[in-house]
């Protein structure tokens, strides 16, 4: 075996690891009955291995794989580790034994697409790695079927659409490699309103994946009825995967590689795609929306929707800036949006399997009975909102703080604005938690949830009075091989 060959099989083990999983599940799940505890140890302990694989990664050197159809660099090191993490603590807290064979092999697979998506550093490899992703999720959620099959009709017109905008891409250009496309389009004269159009077509297609206002209105609609387990797949996992391949796509396929204009604080990109505009509406369409329409929402999981969809629209303001400094603030955030979501999200589902709740109206005075898990509940909403001395306030500080942002001061004013709209929100549901009478019987919260709100609450705490580290590791990690 050469060299070449375990440097492949070095980068791929992940999915090396994932896909064996998926076998020795499939094996184990046709010859055993249907529910079987030693499928769940097999599906955690084959997320946990590919998370450690994972970080092991963290000082390979950049490079393109299988000719250049992928890219293992620091920034595809980063959304590794942030998924694969997300992905850790859902297998153990939202799954268990009593779990179906179909549900931890169609996760799984999904997994794996997430992880070639955010590598992948061509056209078609990410789009085919994207239906990956996606696909097995509409097989999951079989007993929805009415929902279902309508956000599967939305899905499948936005698919579409995103495939037609890469069709024209590579009609413009003859590549589907990322860089080659690049380099074409910076020294080539081309059709302006065909890239524009590819460009936009692309961009909405990724949008309604990662659920970003105004394409994707039909997800809260369905989040409801999901499994806690299925509700992180669709919805934290994608959008983290998604928002990544955007930034990649930006920052190559429209760098332009015919000047020495460059710097750390500002990337030259081609001239005649008003991509940050696009991105702009997008992001102001996805903060208002997220934190206006929750003061309406009284099912919990639609609000935790809400809310992951206004922090998305956050995110899109590091790649909006268009800077290496922009990049950096994308990924340190991102750490921030995932542990904040998840940590929301593990809150509702203890909310739900301890007291039945899953409304707002069910949660009167519940907070003299768990303290620290309300508690815990609030501190990761205010986080998410900005709230001082948290990670959340230093990651929206430095989200605003960025170069490049001079001609978008409307989208910031309403990012604030609806901050302040947010913190008002959480402010009247913590009245409602916290007073009135009390006429549930308390019980204790048990050490495994404990500890993994412990593990959840550290690094917010820590962020929000020591930011540095996340951002000397999202520095490194800003890194895109490329550019």
Same mark, same amino acid.
């Given at each position: 075996m050469n060299q070449e060959t375990i440097n492949i099989l070095f980068n791929f083990l992940p999915e090396i690891t994932l896909s064996l999983t998926v076998l020795i599940l499939n094996v184990f799940g046709n010859s055993a009955k249907k529910e079987n505890p030693l499928l769940y140890?097999?599906?955690?302990?084959?997320?946990?291995?590919?998370?450690?694989?994972?970080?092991?990664?963290?000082?390979?050197?950049?490079q393109q794989l299988l000719g250049g159809m992928f890219s293992a660099d620091h920034y595809s090191y980063a959304a590794r580790v942030i998924l694969c993490s997300v992905m850790a603590v859902s297998s153990i807290s939202f799954f268990g034994k009593k779990s179906q064979t179909y549900e931890f092999t169609l996760i799984t697979v999904s997994?794996?697409?997430?992880?070639?998506?955010?590598?992948?550093?061509?056209?078609?490899?990410?789009?085919?790695?994207?239906?990956?992703?996606?696909?097995?999720?509409?097989?999951?959620?079989?007993?929805?079927?009415k929902p279902a099959i309508k956000y599967f009709i939305f899905s499948s017109l936005f698919i579409a659409v995103m495939l037609y905008g890469i069709?024209?891409?590579?009609?413009?250009?003859?590549?589907?490699?990322?860089?080659?496309?690049?380099?074409?389009?910076? &020294?080539?004269?081309?059709?302006?309103?065909? *890239?524009? !159009?590819? #460009? /936009?077509?692309?961009? $909405?297609?990724? @949008?309604?994946?990662?659920?970003?206002?105004?394409?994707?209105?039909?997800?809260?609609?369905?989040?409801?009825?999901?499994?806690?387990g299925h509700f992180v797949q669709f919805s934290l996992i994608n959008v983290i995967a998604v928002l990544f391949i955007i930034g990649r796509l930006?920052?190559?396929?429209?760098?332009?590689?015919?000047?020495?204009?460059?710097?750390?604080?500002?990337?030259? &990109?081609?001239?005649?795609?008003?991509?940050? *505009?696009? !991105?702009? #509406? /997008?992001?102001?369409? $996805?903060?208002? @929306?997220?934190?206006?329409?929750?003061?309406?929402?009284?099912?919990?999981?639609?609000?935790?929707?809400?809310?992951?969809?206004?922090q998305a629209g956050y995110l899109?303001?590091?790649?909006?800036?268009?800077?290496?400094?922009?990049?950096?603030?994308?990924?340190?955030?991102?750490?921030?949006?995932?542990?904040?979501?998840?940590?929301?999200?593990?809150?509702?589902?203890?909310?739900?399997?301890?007291?039945?709740v899953t409304e707002t109206a069910g949660l009167k005075s519940l907070g003299k009975n768990d303290k620290f898990l309300f508690l815990a509940f609030i501190f990761f909403l205010v986080s998410s909102a900005g709230f001082p001395l948290t990670a959340g306030f230093n990651s929206k500080l430095i989200l605003y703080s960025l170069p490049n942002?001079?001609?978008?001061?409307?989208?910031?004013?309403?990012?604030?604005?609806?901050?302040?709209?947010?913190?008002?929100?959480?402010?009247?549901?913590?009245?409602?938690?916290?007073?009135?009478?009390?006429?549930?019987?308390s019980s204790k919260i048990g050490t495994q949830p404990v500890i993994v709100l412990l593990i959840l609450l550290f690094p917010i705490v820590l962020f929000g009075i020591f930011v540095s580290p996340l951002l000397e590791w999202a520095n490194y990690c800003s890194n895109l091989f490329g550019i």
């Open positions: 140890i097999v599906f955690t302990g084959g997320i946990l291995l590919s998370a450690i694989f994972s970080y092991m990664q963290v000082y390979f050197a950049p997994f794996i697409g997430a992880l070639l998506a955010v590598t992948a550093s061509n056209v078609f490899m990410m789009f085919i790695s994207l239906q990956v992703m996606v696909i097995p999720l509409y097989l999951l959620i079989y007993y929805e079927i069709t024209l891409l590579y009609g413009l250009t003859g590549t589907g490699e990322y860089t080659m496309i690049s380099n074409y389009l910076s &020294f080539n004269p081309v059709n302006t309103l065909i *890239l524009i !159009l590819s #460009v /936009i077509l692309i961009i $909405s297609g990724l @949008a309604f994946t990662s659920l970003l206002a105004p394409f994707n209105l039909s997800f809260p609609l369905l989040s409801k009825k999901l499994k806690t930006i920052f190559t396929v429209l760098k332009d590689h015919n000047t020495f204009v460059s710097s750390a604080e500002h990337i030259t &990109f081609i001239n005649g795609v008003n991509w940050k *505009l696009l !991105l702009a #509406v /997008i992001s102001v369409c $996805s903060i208002i @929306a997220g934190n206006l329409v929750i003061l309406w929402q009284y099912d919990l999981k639609k609000i935790a929707v809400y809310i992951i969809i206004s899109l303001l590091g790649i909006i800036s268009g800077s290496a400094a922009g990049l950096s603030a994308f990924v340190s955030s991102m750490v921030v949006f995932a542990i904040n979501s998840l940590g929301i999200i593990f809150c509702i589902n203890l909310i739900n399997t301890r007291y039945n942002l001079e001609n978008y001061f409307w989208l910031i004013a309403a990012g604030i604005v609806s901050s302040v709209v947010f913190l008002f929100f959480i402010f009247r549901l913590s009245l409602v938690i916290f007073t009135g009478q009390n006429t549930q019987n």
